[in-house]
């Protein structure tokens, strides 16, 4: 049996990997990709990269911010999107 | 560059998208082949250096699939261009952007970092260097699996014989436990094919990565999903044992590659 890069699955299973895989960098000079509606598997890059953020304390004041909402309100479905600082 | 409407891009700044980290010192235009044509180029530090192109800092991004599709599928290519200059890459996930940020430059900020995580990314390459990545799925279909467990297994074959010989009512109380008792011996089917096509594949190759399973299509169902990473060009030992996976009645083998490995960089 030979491997096989150019098939329709193929492309699935290449969708994931560049998309779910690959180095990590742990700085906060990366532009967040927070709120960016791909395809499933982009929201966990999204949850992800914030979590990245907010352990560097980029996104604090937009954490509590979200916090205090959630916790008041319950469940809400509109989040504001976090927005990279430069 | 695709811009969804609900994201608000306040950020004007410059950024520098990184498609890889390569084994090479050399500094290098790449010309015109990157994401939406942008311009590829590398930025060197020591003996390594990042792939990159100028752009704004934001993200790519699209709500259209067929978008996203071209858009992944242009920064594989481009990580594809890398690993075949230089042999050895470090892949980075789509839409890796870094941006200028307290008067820092984006550029300066690639090169610092290649300059603070440099033993890493230099662990790394050792570790991937003449190597590449396969996808190996393994699928089953329940129904033909399920036919042979008829006929192997004590417990269901004496169901089955329970049921012919019962009245109608009496048989349908039967045949839920003969559904529950088939699932359970397809549960524990799963768990040894799972053990025993591991401990087969684990020979060919140099490490092994499992991946969540994913819906199969039509009548089958995925029972693994592995990242197998290996010398790029001796796939021939690991493809005949997929071979004897993928002729036993009931199972199928969706064996892809090679690729650069993504997922042997990570932390």
């Known amino acids: ?18 998309l779910d895989k690959g180095i990590v960098v ?51 479905r509109e989040l504001p999107l976090p927005v990279c600082l430069s | ?40 180029y590398t930025i060197p530090y020591r003996d390594i250096c990042a792939v990159v192109h100028e752009c704004p800092a934001e993200p790519y991004n699209s709500t259209d699939p067929e978008v996203v599709n071209s858009l992944v599928l242009a920064h594989q290519k481009v990580v594809d261009e890398a690993w075949e ?12 952007i870094v941006m200028d940020k307290d008067g820092v430059g984006a550029e300066e900020n690639v090169r610092n970092w290649l300059q603070s995580d440099y ?28 036919q042979s467990l ?23 109380l039967y045949k839920q436990k003969l559904e529950n008792a088939l699932k359970r011996e397809l549960e524990a089917k799963a768990d040894q094919c799972f053990r025993d096509f591991y ?24 029972i693994m999903n592995l990242s197998c990473l ?5 796939s021939n030992q690991l493809g005949e044992e997929l071979e004897n996976i993928n002729s036993i009645d009931g199972f199928s083998v969706r064996f892809t590659g090679p690729w650069p490995p993504y997922s042997f960089v990570g932390t």
């Open chain 1, 1 to 18: 049996m030979e491997p096989t890069r150019d098939t329709h699955y193929t492309l699935v299973d290449l969708l994931d990997r560049v």
């Open chain 1, 26 to 76: 742990y700085a906060d000079i990366i532009v967040s990709v927070a709120g960016i509606p791909l395809i499933g598997v982009n929201l966990r890059a999204a949850l992800a990269g914030m979590e990245t953020m907010l352990s560097y304390g980029v996104m604090q004041e937009w954490d509590q911010k979200v916090r205090a909402k959630t916790t008041g309100i319950g469940k809400q």
């Open chain 2, 1 to 40: 560059m695709q811009q969804d409407d609900k994201t608000e891009a306040l950020v004007t700044g410059q950024g520098r998208y990184l498609y890889c980290v390569a084994d090479s010192g050399e500094q290098v235009n790449l010309g015109a082949i990157g994401i939406e044509g942008s311009k590829v």
């Open chain 2, 85 to 96: 200059r230089w042999g050895t890459v470090l892949p980075l996930g789509f839409d890796t």
């Open chain 2, 119 to 146: 033993d890493n990314l230099k662990t790394k390459i050792e570790k991937v260097r003449g190597k590449a990545e396969y996808g190996v799925q393994i699928f089953w279909e329940p129904q033909v699996i399920a």
């Open chain 2, 150 to 172: 008829i006929k192997t297994s004590p417990e269901i074959s004496q169901l089955e014989e329970q049921i012919k010989s019962q009245s109608k009512g009496v048989a349908y």
């Open chain 2, 199 to 222: 401990q087969r594949i684990r020979r060919h190759v140099d490490s092994i990565g499992v991946e969540k399973t994913k819906p199969g299509g039509g009548n089958t169902q995925m």
């Open chain 2, 230 to 234: 290996l010398p790029r060009d001796k």
